[in-house]
């Protein structure tokens, strides 16, 4: 089960990642809805498969969760047990947070502009936070069951 989700995981990021730069790009455009919905709908798909891997199913988080604070003093447990689940969180908060203001907003500029900022926020924090080759704690870039 660990490994399926894993894998989903791994792949729709690629999704996730597409759908928030085509989000933002149509936020420019005036045009986010279509592509605005489906970047929160694959962020929340994200979420819930992240959370079930942090919650229930990684073995890589039951060990951080043995000893927490051990895992605060190495880089990779830290990424895994705080600032990948952080920032991804917050990217997926700024999403939906960008549709409730842009649909309050008085003009269509200010709907656009609130939606470009929020989704490129999300986007970019997306992109830092993605545990990438080369890094501490990276991943395959196409992870293969």
């Not at 919905?37 to 819930?48: A, T």
Request: aromatic share 8%.
């Amino acid at each position: 089960m660990y490994t399926t989700i894993l894998t989903l995981h791994s792949w729709l990021r690629w999704v996730a990642l597409l759908a928030g730069v085509a989000a933002t790009i149509a936020a420019l455009r005036g045009k986010a809805d279509r592509p605005g919905l489906i970047f929160m709908i694959v962020l929340d798909i994200q979420m819930l498969l992240g959370l079930v891997m942090y919650l229930a199913v990684s073995p890589v988080m039951e060990a951080i969760r043995a000893d927490f604070g051990a895992a605060m003093k190495d880089p990779a447990a830290r990424f895994w047990a705080v600032e990948h689940i952080t920032m991804m969180l917050v990217a997926v908060v700024l999403a939906h947070v960008g549709r409730v203001l842009a649909r309050k907003s008085a003009t269509p500029e200010s709907r656009n502009m609130k939606l470009f900022i929020c989704f490129g926020i999300a986007t970019v924090f997306m992109i830092l936070r993605t545990p990438w080759p080369g890094l501490v704690a990276g991943r395959p870039l196409f992870r293969i069951p």
